[in-house]
């Protein structure tokens, strides 16, 4: 599996590739709920836990908001669309200071839980490296 982490210059838009659908397939929703929830879990121990709510009720409607995206951008049921609508998560991300060493904090968590499902490694791959990306988009202060 290669989890390496992209650099990039910052201001950059890299062109997005969503992931496979074959990723929520597998997984199923309720294995992606299951690895968003673990992701947060990880992140609220982070150095970049100020960056996330801290009230366990605000924490799990932030859980929820990822996966409902994460699950749609999977080609699954539009749940964000339906409950926020279009996603335009850098706009919605900009009242929060994302430096690439938060992007980078962020990453290394979701490459923890990734790196523990059993699923084929091109499927995970590929959900790492719509990751990789899209996560430089949400980078919005430079260092």
């Known amino acids: 599996m290669n989890f390496t982490i992209n650099q990039y210059e910052y201001g950059q838009r890299p062109p997005v590739v969503l992931p496979s659908p074959e990723f929520l397939k597998l997984l199923t929703e309720q294995g992606m709920r299951k690895l968003v929830s673990d992701h947060y879990d990880l992140i609220s121990q982070s150095e970049i836990k100020q960056l996330f709510p801290r009230i366990e009720e605000a924490l799990d409607k932030a859980k929820q908001r990822s996966s409902d995206f994460f699950i749609q951008i999977c080609g699954g049921h539009p749940y964000f669309n339906e409950n926020r609508g279009k996603p335009m998560l850098a706009k919605r991300h900009a009242t929060f200071a994302i430096t690439q060493e938060a992007r980078v904090v962020w990453l290394k968590c979701y490459r ?31 260092e």
């Open 112 to 142: 923890e839980v990734l790196s523990k499902l059993e699923l084929p490694e091109e499927v995970i791959q590929s959900f790492w490296n719509y990751l990789n990306v899209f996560s430089i988009w949400m980078v919005n202060t430079p």
